[in-house]
């Protein structure tokens, strides 16, 4: 699994890279398409982790802006 793109949020980002791998594999690829709720609050934490190192960074208002001039109208990713 690759490191986060903030060292910060790591440990964070491999939690959830692992439950959804675990997920994915032995649930989705199964069938059960129900999301798991422990990955998504492992992503939130994760979420929230980058979301505050992109702004302590100044790139958060960067991709902000660029989602407001994206052709999809801004309207994909995370935010």
Request: hydrophobic share 30%.
């Amino acid at each position: 699994m690759s490191a986060s793109l903030a060292p910060e949020c790591s440990e964070r980002k491999e939690r959830y890279d692992t439950c959804f791998i675990n997920w994915y594999s032995e649930k989705y690829l199964r069938g059960s398409t129900a999301p798991s709720p422990e990955c998504e609050a492992l992503f939130k934490e994760y979420k929230t982790c980058l979301n505050a190192a992109l702004k302590e960074k100044g790139i958060y208002d960067m991709i902000k802006e660029a989602r407001k001039t994206s052709p999809n109208g801004g309207s994909g990713g995370a935010a």
